[in-house]
């Protein structure tokens, strides 16, 4: 099996080795990494046997929307094309159609997994026809973990789905660092470390987001040098806009979305938690005091 993987940043190039030791052989392009196996998308998909399956793992927004399009243009009728991204997925439905008018599949994957993904594999939302994902499957195998991939419904469903999971992402992380500041605000001088640390045996709460919660005091029981501050990458508003467009109730979601707004405001304790937390799972920047 061949994958012409484009984007060998934090995610691509772990998805990379990881699919290299799976037995699938890998094309990769990023203009920007010497990484690279080709240096042209026209070099890349040369490289492919039919049908091709190409993969592109870049920045959402005019990055991927720039290669799509290249792609589209370099691909023939019963090629596959994966868009693995944190897309929109309006955005993931309107590039389906505009491939299905060249025959080509189109499969949009929500793919979940930041910096460990390499070592435990990748949690896969799939969008898309049935025909197409079985073509890819070999890719999708050679990625994922234990039961961490389902095609979940047609194109656009993936990246909904990602978006829905990075909302709840949102409010576990929002959660656990509320409950971190109160403790620490505590007059009882309780051993936080020590009880988030207990909460991940037995307790009904825990969890992955959890885990990295512990390897971050770990490392710097005060959160000491990091401020509190936390970017939103995108999906948490999404999450909330078609949260309202649909009226469903999604106050958990919201609120956790606004405390990273007040986050841009003053410096806050539990902000420091989310900093930590996403510096863990995804390598994500963290602001210093």
Known sequence: MQLGLVGLGKMGGNMAERLRRSGVEVVGFDSFSAKRDVDSLDAMVARLARPRVAWVM?????PTEAV??????????????????????????????????????????????????????????????????????????????????????????????????NGVEYGMMQAFAEGWELM??????IDVNKAFELWRHGSVVRSWLL?????????NPELEGIKGYANDSGEG????????RLAVPAPVLTASLYARFASRQQDMPAMKMIAALRNQFGGHAIKKD
């Open 68 to 165: 799509v399009n290249q792609l589209l243009g370099l691909l023939e009728p019963g090629d596959v094309l994966i868009e693995g991204g944190n897309s929109f997925y309006r955005d993931s439905q309107r590039r389906a159609e505009a491939a299905k008018a060249k025959g080509i599949h189109f499969i949009d994957c929500g793919t979940s997994g930041g910096i460990w993904g390499l070592q435990e594999g990748y949690c896969m939302m799939v969008g898309g026809e049935a025909e197409a994902v079985a073509i890819a499957q070999p890719v999708f195998d050679g990625l994922k973990g234990p039961e961490s991939f389902a095609h979940v419904g047609p194109a656009g469903a993936g990246h909904f789905t990602k978006m829905v999971h």
């Open 211 to 219: 885990d990295l919660a512990v390897l971050a005091i770990q490392d």
């Open 58 to 62: 870049v920045p959402s927004g005019d």
């Open 184 to 189: 620490k605000a505590s007059e009882l001088d």
């Open 237 to 244: 508003r999404w999450t909330v806009n078609e949260a309202v």
